[in-house]
């Protein structure tokens, strides 16, 4: 399987440690997941996405650009390939105009429900699926059930996009599931605004607060919900990841079905694909240590 890791702060922050320095960084996950790499950052709003088919950790682009990556908004990914070959065109993350995401997991009859699987794409948008994986085909299911609420060129608001994210899902698992054929659906998208994830199946943790910010005496951002879980709702970063990453962040794991984001303004939004989801700070226990 594939492994994760999305960042969204209200400023811009240097991902490198995350990517490349700590002991479980991405780029050491990529000794077990060898079969390519991708990392999306956004500049004045502007996506810039980067893949390649080959093992991150030994691949000296992904080194100089984890060194160089400074953005309010970045997601990365790693690949085991379980569903297409290795190839560039089914590197993580896929992108759409503003819209990037990455998946974690697999649709293990993929190869028979494919066509009915691409059916639920907007045609419009079909056209578009590049490469021959799983992963693709539910980025564009995305976009598609996104697309119901207005043009993809909008601002969509986090009820949006953490909707969009459950039908997607909902419609993967309707389609492909037979039996204890069970499709592992984790998957995180982003616009540079709001950043989304679904647990899926495979593993995912947060962290919106760190146990003391080594940047509390010179940042000018600095607030209660920095170094403790937020009372108000609102917080000023969001880390998702599929391994608890080492150093100050404080991480929690996210329940198997459990649906988290952050909108533009850097509220936090929770919920499961049994409920609708939720604005904090109804659902702050969410947001507790474990």
């Not at 960084?25 to 709003?45: F, R, T």
């Not at 995305?142 to 909902?170: D, H, M, N, W, Y």
């Not at 996210?254 to 509220?267: C, K, N, T």
């Amino acid at each position: 399987m594939c492994r994760l890791f999305g960042f969204r702060s209200v400023i811009p922050s240097q991902v490198h440690r995350s990517l490349l320095a700590y002991e479980n960084a991405l780029g050491i996950q990529s000794n077990k997941h060898p079969d390519g790499w991708g990392v999306a950052y956004y500049v004045d709003g502007a996506p810039h996405v980067t893949r390649s088919p080959l093992t991150a950790l030994g691949d000296a682009l992904f080194h100089r650009l984890s060194g160089v990556v400074a953005s309010n908004t970045v997601l990365a990914h790693v690949r085991q390939a379980t569903q297409g070959s290795n190839s560039v065109l089914n590197c993580h993350p896929f992108q759409y105009g503003r819209w990037v995401g990455a998946h974690n997991g697999d649709i293990p009859n993929f190869a028979a429900k494919r066509e009915e699987l691409r059916s639920a794409v907007t045609p419009s948008l079909a056209r578009f699926i590049l490469g021959d994986t799983d992963s693709e085909v539910l980025f564009f299911i995305f976009l598609s059930r996104l697309s119901k609420f207005g043009p993809l060129s909008r601002q969509a608001s986090i009820e949006e996009v953490t909707c969009a994210l459950v039908e997607t899902v909902e419609i993967a698992r309707e389609i492909c599931d037979e039996g204890e054929a069970r499709s592992l659906l984790t998957f995180m998208v982003t616009d540079g605004q709001t950043l989304a994830a679904v647990q899926g199946g495979k593993g995912l943790y947060y962290s919106t607060y760190k146990k003391l910010c080594a940047d509390r005496g010179r940042c000018a951002s600095l607030s209660a919900e920095c170094e403790a879980p937020t009372s108000t709702g609102f917080v000023n970063h969001l880390i998702i990841s599929s391994e608890q990453l080492s150093g100050e962040n404080v991480w929690s794991p996210l329940e198997e079905d459990e649906v988290l984001g952050v909108d533009s303004r850097m509220r936090v939004f929770s919920g499961s694909l049994r409920e609708k989801p939720k604005p904090l700070p109804e659902r702050l226990p969410l947001l507790s240590v474990v």
